[in-house]
C-alpha cells in the first residue's frame, strides 16, 4: 500500500478555518483534526506567521487507501465601472437666448475669448456649459499624452511628443471627445500650471514635469465654476493661457512651454463678489442671466428636467435629431467662418461704438468684430451688417464699462443709446431735442411757481 503525504503548506491551504488566517501550520498539527483543534502555546508564539492564503488551494480527499491532491481554483471578482449619466442636452435648455448664443459662438470661433456668465442660483449656468460639450467634435489625439497634442500639428503637440515628431516617428492617433476640465475653487497654482513630479525625483533622481489642469484641458473647455470666489492671481495665469495659447512653467528647476489652447468658460453669482475690471475685461462676452418668467417656458424646462431625471438615456435619445442638427450647424459655421466679410464701413463704427462709451483698450472692437463674424456664420451668411453687430454689442461691451454708482442709466442702456445714435443719428438727434424742450419747460414752470419768493423758501408740495 502506497501513501502520498501532504505537506504543511497543503494541509494548511486545505483547511477553510486557515483559508481565513485562523490557524498556522503548528496549529493544524496540534489539533489532530480537520478545520478545529485547540490552540496551543506552540502556535500561540507563532501568530506573527502570515495567514495561508493562495489561488490554488490543494484540497485533501479520502479515496480507497490514499489521499488524492486536486487544484480549485477561487472565482475571480469582477469589477465593474459605474455607467456615466449623459449631460443634459443642450437644445432642450429653455429660455436664456443670451447665454445659449454666447457659447455657440465661443464654439465657432473659440479666439472669441470665452464667456463669463453671471447671474442668480438655479438658472442653468452650470448645466448649458456642461452639455455644450456634446456639440463639439473629437479631436485626434496621441494615446497616452498628457497634453491632448495633436499628431500633425506642431503648434499642438506637447514637449515629448513634438521630439519624438522631429526625430521622424510616425505618431499614432485616436480620436477622443473634446475635454472638459473643471476647476475646482480649492485648486492651487501648482495644481494648475503643473510642477516638478516628485515621484520620479525620489525614485529616479531625475527632474520631471507633472502636467496641471492647463495641459489637461488643451483643444477643450475650462470651466471655472464660482470664478468670483476665485483667488484673483489665480484667475489671471488662466487667463493668460487662453489668450496667449500656451503655458509657460518657470519652478523648482523646471523650465518647460506646453500648448494651452482652450475655451474659457467662467460663472458666478454676483450677489457673492465681483470680479477686478482687469480680469472682466480679459473675458471676451460676459452675460447676464435671471430667473425665468415666462410660465409656459418654465413650466416645459420643469417637465424636461424631470423626465430627464427619472430615464436620461431615454430623454437625450428621444431629442437626438435635435442636437444633430444643431452639431452639423456648427460644423458647417466653423467652414463658413474664414469667408465672412465685414465691411470697412461696419468696422468703423464698431470703432465709433467704442469710443463713444468711452471703453478702455481695444480688446472690446477686437471682440465684437469676431464676435459679429461668428454670429453671421452661425446665421449660415457671408456679409456682415449693422444688425448683426447690435445683436452681439451688449455681450461684448457691456462688462467692459467703467461702473458708477451714482449713474442712474445701467451700462446695457448706455452701449444701446449709443447704438442707436450711430445706426440712426436723425433720429437719436430728434429725440434729443425733444428732451431738452421738455425739461425747459418744466424749469420754466418751475420758476413761475416760485415767482415773488425768496431763495430757499419752501413752496409747497409739488
Not at 483543534?37 to 489561488?55: A, E, L, M, V, Y
Not at 500633425?152 to 505618431?171: F, I
Amino acid at each position: 500500500m502506497m501513501h502520498f503525504t501532504a505537506t504543511a503548506s497543503q494541509r494548511c491551504a486545505a483547511s477553510p478555518f486557515a483559508r481565513r488566517g485562523l490557524y498556522s501550520d503548528n496549529a493544524r498539527q496540534n489539533s489532530g483534526q480537520r478545520g478545529v483543534g485547540n490552540i496551543s502555546d506552540t502556535n500561540r508564539s507563532n501568530r506573527h506567521q502570515k495567514p495561508c492564503f493562495g489561488g490554488q488551494v490543494m484540497a485533501t480527499l479520502s479515496k480507497g487507501h490514499g489521499i488524492v491532491a486536486a487544484a480549485a481554483t477561487e472565482p475571480e471578482v469582477k469589477v465593474s465601472r459605474a455607467k456615466r449619466r449623459p449631460n443634459f442636452p443642450f437644445s432642450r435648455i429653455a429660455g436664456q437666448e443670451d447665454m445659449k448664443l454666447a457659447l455657440l459662438l465661443n464654439v465657432v470661433d473659440p479666439g472669441i475669448g470665452g464667456v463669463l456668465i453671471m447671474g442668480d442660483r438655479g438658472c442653468g449656468k452650470s448645466v448649458a456649459v456642461r452639455s455644450i460639450v456634446d456639440l463639439l467634435p473629437e479631436i485626434d489625439v496621441v494615446p497616452g499624452d498628457d497634453f491632448n497634442s495633436s499628431p500633425t500639428s506642431t503648434k499642438l503637440m506637447g514637449p515629448d511628443v513634438l521630439q519624438r515628431y522631429l526625430a521622424g516617428e510616425t505618431l499614432a492617433s485616436e480620436m477622443v471627445k473634446t475635454p472638459l476640465v473643471e476647476l475646482p475653487l480649492g485648486a492651487t497654482e501648482d495644481r494648475i500650471c503643473g510642477t516638478i513630479d516628485i515621484e520620479k525625483a525620489l525614485s529616479e533622481g531625475i527632474k520631471a514635469y507633472e502636467p496641471g489642469l492647463l495641459a489637461k484641458a488643451n483643444r477643450g473647455i475650462l470651466y471655472v465654476d464660482e470664478v468670483n470666489l476665485l483667488d484673483d492671481g489665480l484667475v489671471d495665469v488662466v487667463l493668460d493661457s487662453a489668450a496667449g495659447g500656451q503655458n509657460t512653467v518657470e519652478r523648482e528647476g523646471v523650465s518647460i512651454v506646453h500648448p494651452a489652447k482652450f475655451i474659457m468658460i467662467g460663472s458666478g453669482n454676483p450677489a457673492e463678489g465681483e470680479l477686478r475690471p482687469q480680469l472682466l475685461d480679459r473675458f471676451g462676452l460676459c452675460v447676464n442671466v435671471s430667473t425665468l418668467l415666462d410660465v409656459d417656458a418654465r413650466t416645459q424646462m420643469t417637465l424636461d428636467r424631470i423626465a430627464y431625471e427619472k430615464d436620461a438615456d431615454a430623454f437625450v435619445q428621444s431629442v437626438k435629431e435635435e442636437q444633430d442638427a444643431l452639431r452639423e450647424k456648427l460644423d458647417k459655421a466653423r467652414a463658413l467662418l474664414p469667408k465672412v466679410e465685414i465691411p470697412r464701413a461696419v468696422r468703423l463704427k464698431i470703432s465709433q461704438l467704442g469710443s463713444m462709451v468711452d471703453i478702455d483698450g481695444i480688446r472690446g472692437d477686437i471682440v465684437c468684430n469676431r464676435a459679429a463674424a461668428a454670429f453671421v456664420a452661425l446665421e449660415g451668411r457671408k456679409k456682415v451688417t449693422m444688425d448683426d453687430v447690435i445683436r452681439v454689442a451688449l455681450l461684448c461691451l457691456n462688462h467692459r464699462l467703467r461702473k458708477d454708482p451714482l449713474d442712474p442709466i445701467d451700462n446695457g442702456a448706455k452701449v444701446f443709446l449709443a447704438l442707436r445714435k450711430i445706426v440712426n443719428p436723425e433720429e437719436a438727434a430728434e429725440e434729443e431735442r425733444r428732451k431738452k424742450a421738455e425739461e425747459a419747460a418744466a424749469a420754466e414752470k418751475g420758476d413761475s411757481k416760485r415767482a415773488g419768493m425768496k431763495a430757499g423758501a419752501w413752496s409747497g408740495l409739488p
